[in-house]
């Protein structure tokens, strides 16, 4: 209808300057969301989300919560950190 025209057109949208989630790109070579977040599970005890498990443009990223608290975080950024570089 033209009335729900009118209010979508006059309808401001803010971006959000915080999120609760990172949605992180697979490295080169990989391919598959949930390889990758399984290997990661395996390899370092960290749980990640395929991006994949979000529909068809979600693969080909990892999704990461930050919604646990601040120093679990830091670990499990250290651990994938060397993980991704093999250290």
Do not use: C, H, M, N
């Not at 790109?25 to 990640?48: C, F, H, M, Q, W």
């Amino acid at each position: 209808s033209s009335a729900a025209s009118d209010v979508y057109k006059r309808q401001t949208l803010d971006v959000p300057a915080a999120s609760l989630y990172v949605w992180a790109k697979l490295p080169d070579g990989e391919s598959s969301s949930a390889d990758y977040a399984g290997r990661l599970i395996e390899e370092t005890g960290v749980v990640v989300t395929p991006g994949a498990s979000y529909g068809e443009f979600g693969e080909g990223y990892i999704r990461i919560s930050l919604t646990t608290p601040d120093d679990k975080l830091d670990e499990a950024l250290r651990r994938l950190r060397e993980f991704a570089t093999g250290s």
